[in-house]
């Protein structure tokens, strides 16, 4: 009999399991010594009882310096799926540790970590707390060890670590990554988050590497604020001092602040023997002028003598209409 494996590197993205340990006399770990078997054991056999890739974790290193990891017992329900910054294969503190989504925490539960000695009493080559002998990963007991629970009963445990996403996914909790959602992408290597499209932009699938230019016309007077999952729907509002379904200037005397496409009527107050002379982009700036006879900054009535035929806030002018000998 020959077997043939051949290594695929990069592994494939989101969670690859790197460690699996069914506890027999045999599937064990020898002591202080099997460091080595511990980091690599029947690496090409993934579904073995007994497999170790731990000894190539630097692999699944994120582009943030950070590892997605995943950890799993037979007989017990709930993952722990965490982010850590140490890689435990050489720390004896788990460093940069964040939650993911944890089932389990009692005993005292930090992330991974190698354990400090084998030969002053660990059971186990990396344990899951920075300060108790639990959740155990490459045991050398044969009768069980020790997991989310004190008694060392468990019989198998799994380690899974995430290779980074590729564009069009990000990391997504237990399920390691998942494509873009439609109005989001994702354009680059290891992203944690799918980004949404700017406004005046559309992604219309899933798994978008990047979003498009939106297609359907807008006035001119006008801005996108949206993002679509198609080209012709991208939502957009009228420009401050527009407004109706083509964005027209506002009439005089009404105001639009761009929280909307309705022209309000103006709040600001005006002097009197005035009028308001145009839009605005806020209820308190909408412009005045005064009325015709009347000038000057408080639309005071023009003086006899003077005139003012036209509106606006500029002052009354001087009559030039009668006789040398004669007043008005």
Not at 154 to 171: D, I, K, R, S
Not at 242 to 259: H, I, K, L, V
Request: proline share 5%; with cysteine; hydrophobic share 30%.
């Amino acid at each position: 009999l020959v077997e043939l494996y051949v290594v695929v590197d990069p592994f494939p993205a989101g969670f690859n399991v790197i460690f699996r340990q069914q506890l027999t006399t045999t599937n064990r770990f020898l002591g202080n010594n099997d460091w080595a078997n511990a980091r690599k054991f029947d690496e090409f056999r993934s579904t073995a009882p007994m497999f170790s890739h731990l000894g190539r974790l630097e692999t699944f290193r994120w582009p943030d310096g950070k590892f997605r990891l995943k950890m799993q017992w037979a007989a017990v329900e709930g993952v722990n799926v965490w982010s850590q910054s140490s890689n435990p294969l050489f720390g004896e503190v788990t460093q940069g540790y964040e939650e993911i989504s944890i089932a389990h925490t009692t005993l005292g539960w930090s992330g991974l970590r190698k354990a400090g000695n084998l030969s002053a009493g660990d059971t186990s080559f990396l344990v899951g707390s920075n300060t108790e002998n639990s959740y155990q990963i490459a045991s050398i007991q044969s009768s069980g060890f020790i997991g989310p629970t004190a008694s060392p009963t468990l019989q198998q445990v799994e380690l899974h670590a995430a290779y980074p996403c590729g564009p069009g996914h990000a990391f997504w909790s237990t399920q390691g990554c998942s494509q873009c959602a439609v109005g989001t992408f994702s354009d680059g290597f290891g992203a944690t988050e799918c980004t949404a499209c700017a406004a005046g932009t559309f992604s219309d699938g899933f798994g978008m590497h990047a979003c498009s230019a939106c297609t359907n016309k807008k006035p001119d007077h006008a801005s996108y604020i949206g993002t679509a999952g198609n080209s012709s729907n991208c939502t957009f509002e009228c420009d401050p001092g527009y407004g109706g379904e083509e964005c027209t200037a506002c009439p005089a005397g009404t105001y639009q602040d761009g929280t909307g496409s309705e022209c309000m009527p103006c709040q600001n107050s005006i002097v009197a023997n005035s009028e308001y002379a145009g839009s605005a982009g806020n209820s308190s700036d909408c412009p005045f002028e005064c009325l015709p006879g009347y000038g000057g900054a408080a639309c005071t009535a023009c003086e006899v003598g003077e005139y003012k035929s036209e509106p606006g806030m500029h002052a009354c002018s001087s009559c030039t209409n009668k006789p040398d000998h004669a007043s008005y």
